[in-house]
């Protein structure tokens, strides 16, 4: 009979990295701050989410600035700056950016998806 090999210590496990939208740091997951988009509204969540998601440095005000923000949320930059500066929370309770505050359509465009065959 074989023994079975050794246990292998926390220390060696896999850790998920993530990359920070603002600085492009990579770390361990758990030291970011993951942002969810369901529905267009941004919201800080804990936990497994679905919805699109981004990573942002949680230990790192200038990380929240709206000019390092631009590139992953354009013209949502400030609201999202805004929420993570003003109730740096990590769960769902605190403020979130509507729909209606994202980037507006063109007038006439309505997309509803009834042009697909």
Known sequence: MTASPAPTP??????????CVACRRRRPQAEFTRLSRVGGVWTPQSGVRVGRGAYVCADSPACWQQGRLRRAF???A?????LLSGGHDTDSSGPTM??????PRAPGRVRDGSHRR
């Not at 926390?10 to 990359?19: I, Q, S």
């Not at 509507?98 to 980037?103: D, G, L, M, T, V």
């Open 10 to 19: 926390a220390a060696d496990r896999h850790t998920p990295e993530r990359t």
């Open 74 to 76: 354009g013209a949502q």
């Open 78 to 82: 400030p609201a999202v700056s805004a």
């Open 98 to 103: 509507a729909a209606s505050e994202s980037i």
